[in-house]
């Protein structure tokens, strides 16, 4: 059985950092590319960052770039997100997801191209 926790959300000031954590067990991490995704209320769930099962390519939105860092232990089977410089608009609901391939693709962002998802951690910036 998979299972995908993540970890490390919390209340945060605009202008902080975090930094979250995804483990996943019941299957080869290292052979899935992982997404942090997150969703607000009232919108709709969105890509935040992609990286591929070996750890050697990134891909993030265009809210986040410059600012958040995807990583991965592949030896840990774990994932992180650091984030910084963090925002208001950055709360949300942040969720790690696993795709089976080892790669992106452009269609990254998509979250019906994952296949095992956590059940998300809270992110709140306060202004």
């Known amino acids: 059985q998979v299972q995908v926790v993540e970890s490390g959300g919390g209340l945060v000031q605009t202008g902080g950092s975090l930094r979250l954590s995804c483990t996943v067990s019941?299957?080869?991490?290292?052979?899935?590319?992982m997404g942090w995704f997150r969703q607000a209320p009232g919108k709709e769930r969105e890509g935040v960052s992609c990286?591929?099962?070996?750890?050697?390519?990134?891909y993030y939105s265009d809210p986040v770039e410059d600012r958040f860092t995807v990583s991965r232990d592949n030896a840990k089977n774990t994932l992180y997100l650091q984030m910084n410089r963090l925002e208001p608009e950055d709360t949300a609901m942040y969720y790690c997801?696993?795709?089976?391939?080892?790669?992106?693709?452009?269609?990254?962002?998509?979250?019906?191209?994952?296949?095992?998802w956590g059940q998300g951690t809270q992110v709140t910036v306060s202004s």
């Open positions: 997801a696993a795709r089976s391939s080892a790669l992106c693709s452009d269609s990254w962002y998509r979250p019906s191209r994952y296949n095992y």
């Open positions: 019941g299957l080869s991490f290292d052979d899935y590319a």
């Open positions: 990286i591929v099962s070996s750890g050697s390519g990134t």
